[in-house]
């Protein structure tokens, strides 16, 4: 037995170590030998759900990674995800090993395991907040996505209710995040694993209704494939290659509820994907495609010229195949085609130097986030008024978290008092000392984006003090603060009234 498990593991880690390998060969493999090390005595004796060893689930995100091209610090920096909450070995210690970089990776992935479930809507909106807070590494957000994949794929070990809650969290947030980001690859496969879980009779019934036409159109598609290689050659087409892909379940089933249920009507079910050197062959395989192949009216897409909102880039043309089937033709370049399965990740792996100098993608992703924010926040708004005014731009919030893994909204260079009066007055008033990750604070110093932060409370205190008011920057906090002030002194001349 424990043989066998040792051999499923290594050979996990070989994968990874040769995927690495073959994207990045000048990739340092004797930093990744010690962190699989690292994680693999950290985690020992640990069992997932599954009954695997956990560390296996560390090793599956980190090769979902690597398959995504992903440089070396975030491959390690996934094999380490779940070291710091799960096991003795501490941050610090991934800090001396691993450098500063990896760590506050996995920092930030340890942040987001922090916040707790306490009801579905206060749930999804601190999660909401909290990959907004993420944004300043990006990285840590493709590390949840490779954690989330992988959870999903074992999610039939865990207790129904905690299957249901995950695979929900995953179709109202994550899948929305990762289409945003242009991930669409990982946007299907987040919602193809967990749709079986939100909506099983739907899921069921959506396979049943393409089954059929499934198995005819697999057919169809290998034909027309061989076909299509020959056309390309014949015209002088050179390194090119082809294969077939299916639509996703979840997409498919949106899709079915358009359509009037029929998948008939579907044409792109299964598609043939041609992937070329260069833009010019990427029109010149069109053109010898329309040659052979009569296309459908109006069914030709440039979204070369005319990208997607998410930045997708394709011809897309529907044609009637030799024996009159129809079928979908997708044509792009390689470049095309990792962008368009990744998005920004496919960007951001093409940056070797690290995470600075990511180019004006960067910049895209922030205002991707401006956006995503604006958009909860008007619907927010609908739900409760003028009360979403409150929070005015992006770029002036900060998001801070409780230990417990409540987010909290503070203005820019907001103090630990004013996190504090924003918890509970009682906790403001009693506020005697900060943590703000692990790390003893004075009560002045100013919040970061995604801290996390302990008050430590003085119950015999009974009032703030007033050196306070020289450094808080929330109003609610002054009016507090100065409410509480007011009274003591009130009280302080009554008293002195009574004993004359
Ligand atoms: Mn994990």
Same mark, same amino acid.
């Given at each position: 037995m424990s043989s066998a498990i040792s051999q499923s593991k290594n050979q996990l880690y070989q994968e990874l170590r040769a995927t690495v390998k073959k994207h990045h060969p000048d990739a340092d493999l004797e930093l990744l030998d010690l962190a699989y090390d690292f994680a693999d005595k950290a985690h020992e004796g640990q069992l997932r759900a599954s009954g695997e060893p956990y560390i296996t689930h560390p090793l599956h995100a980190a090769i979902i990674l690597a398959k995504m091209k992903l440089n070396l610090p975030i491959i390690i920096a996934a094999l380490l995800h779940d070291v710091p909450e799960d096991t003795s070995k501490t941050l610090n210690e991934i800090k001396k090993d691993f450098g500063s970089d990896i760590a506050s990776m996995v920092w930030g992935?340890? $942040?987001? %395991?922090? @916040?707790?479930?306490?009801?579905?809507?206060?749930?999804?909106?601190?999660?909401?907040?909290?990959? @907004?807070?993420?944004?300043?590494?990006?990285?840590?957000?493709?590390?949840?996505?490779?954690?989330?994949?992988?959870?999903?794929?074992?999610?039939? /070990? *865990?207790?129904?209710? $905690?299957?249901?809650?995950?695979?929900?969290?995953?179709?109202?947030?994550?899948?929305?995040?990762?289409?945003?980001?242009?991930?669409?690859?990982?946007? %299907?496969? =987040?919602?193809? =694993?967990? #749709?079986?879980?939100?909506?099983?009779?739907?899921?069921? &019934?959506? @396979?049943?209704?393409?089954?059929?036409?499934?198995?005819? $159109?697999?057919?169809?598609?290998?034909?027309?494939?061989?076909?299509?290689?020959?056309?390309?050659?014949?015209?002088?087409?050179?390194?090119?290659?082809? +294969?077939?892909?299916?639509?996703?379940?979840?997409?498919?089933?949106?899709?079915? *509820?358009?359509?009037?249920?029929?998948?008939?009507?579907?044409?792109?079910?299964?598609?043939?994907?041609?992937?070329?050197?260069? =833009?010019?062959?990427? /029109?010149?395989?069109?053109?010898?495609?329309?040659?052979? &192949?009569?296309?459908l009216k109006g069914r030709i897409k440039d979204y070369i010229a005319q990208p997607k909102p998410n930045g997708y880039r394709s011809l897309h043309t529907?044609?009637?195949?030799?024996?009159?089937?129809?079928?979908?033709?997708?044509?792009?370049?390689?470049?095309? +085609?990792?962008?368009?399965?990744?998005?920004?990740?496919?960007?951001?792996?093409?940056?070797?130097?690290?995470?600075?100098?990511?180019? %004006?993608?960067?910049?895209? &992703?922030?205002?991707?986030?401006?956006? @995503?924010?604006?958009? #909860?926040?008007? $619907?927010?708004?609908?739900?409760?008024?003028?009360?979403?005014?409150?929070?005015?731009?992006?770029?002036?919030?900060?998001?801070?978290?409780?230990?417990?893994?409540?987010?909290i909204d503070l203005p820019e260079d907001a103090t630990p008092v004013d996190f504090a009066y924003a918890i509970h007055s009682d906790i403001g008033d009693q506020c005697a000392g900060a943590v703000i990750n692990e790390q003893i604070a004075s009560l002045d110093t100013p919040l970061k984006n995604g801290d996390v932060v302990h008050i430590i409370i003085n119950k015999d205190r009974k009032s703030p003090s007033a050196d306070w008011l020289k450094f808080i920057k929330t109003r609610s906090a002054r009016q507090k603060i100065k409410a509480k002030l007011n009274a003591k002194s009130t009280g302080l001349i009554n008293r002195l009234l009574h004993k004359t």
């Open positions: 992935i340890t $942040k987001l %395991g922090t @916040i707790k479930y306490r009801g579905m809507e206060r749930y999804t909106e601190n999660l909401r907040k909290m990959f @907004i807070a993420m944004a300043s590494d990006i990285r840590v957000v493709f590390i949840k996505f490779a954690d989330r994949l992988h959870n999903l794929s074992t999610l039939e /070990y *865990l207790p129904p209710k $905690k299957r249901y809650r995950i695979a929900l969290e995953t179709l109202e947030i994550y899948a929305p995040i990762a289409n945003r980001l242009g991930m669409g690859e990982i946007k %299907g496969q =987040l919602e193809d =694993l967990a #749709f079986k879980y939100v909506y099983p009779k739907e899921y069921e &019934w959506t @396979i049943s209704q393409i089954r059929a036409s499934y198995d005819k $159109k697999t057919a169809v598609l290998e034909h027309a494939a061989k076909q299509a290689e020959k056309f390309l050659h014949e015209a002088g087409i050179k390194d090119f290659f082809i +294969h077939s892909r299916r639509k996703h379940i979840y997409s498919l089933y949106k899709k079915l *509820l358009e359509k009037d249920s029929d998948a008939g009507k579907i044409y792109d079910l299964i598609a043939i994907r041609v992937i070329v050197k260069d =833009l010019a062959d990427c /029109y010149a395989a069109l053109g010898i495609v329309h040659k052979y &192949w009569k296309p529907t044609v009637f195949e030799d024996d009159g089937d129809i079928i979908e033709v997708q044509i792009r370049t390689q470049e095309m +085609h990792d962008s368009n399965e990744y998005g920004i990740a496919a960007h951001w792996r093409y940056d070797e130097a690290g995470k600075k100098a990511v180019f %004006g993608k960067e910049i895209s &992703w922030m205002q991707e986030l401006a956006k @995503i924010q604006k958009e #909860f926040e008007n $619907k927010k708004q609908f739900l409760e008024g003028l009360d979403s005014l409150k929070i005015d731009v992006f770029q002036n919030h900060i998001f801070v978290f409780t230990p417990k893994g409540d987010v």
